[in-house]
């Protein structure tokens, strides 16, 4: 008889560790979808304000205040945070 309750309370362990590796993993997939998020969420801001960025800097090279070289570095800025963002938006599909 003692051996038939061993092997039960075994089982039951089992199942309980189980159930908790499950839930701790689906708990680690839902931040890691909330980071994800949040990641891209700044990453749209940030190519915003970089677009924003690269017009002034436009201004200012129609009006001889800055030079090629600045606007083609803002540009650099942009295309390499879009870059950035569509690697972001891919890993959440």
Same mark, same amino acid.
């Given at each position: 008889m003692?051996?038939a309750?061993a092997?039960i309370y075994?089982?039951?362990?089992? $199942?309980?560790?189980k159930e908790i590796q499950?839930?701790t993993k689906?708990?680690?997939? &839902?931040n890691?979808?909330?980071?994800l998020? $949040?990641q891209?969420?700044?990453?749209q801001?940030n190519?915003i304000?970089l677009?924003?960025?690269l017009q002034?800097?436009? $201004?200012?090279?129609? &009006?001889g205040?800055?030079?090629l070289?600045?606007v083609?570095? $803002? ?9 950035t963002?569509n690697e972001l ?5």
């Amino acid at each position: 008889m003692g051996l038939a309750k061993a092997k039960i309370y075994s089982k039951e362990n089992s $199942r309980d560790l189980k159930e908790i590796q499950l839930r701790t993993k689906l708990e680690s997939e &839902i931040n890691n979808f909330s980071n994800l998020n $949040r990641q891209i969420s700044t990453y749209q801001q940030n190519v915003i304000n970089l677009e924003t960025l690269l017009q002034g800097e436009m $201004r200012r090279f129609e &009006i001889g205040e800055s030079s090629l070289f600045l606007v083609n570095a $803002r540009e650099v800025s942009v295309f390499n945070s879009i870059l950035t963002l569509n690697e972001l938006i891919s890993k959440e599909k």
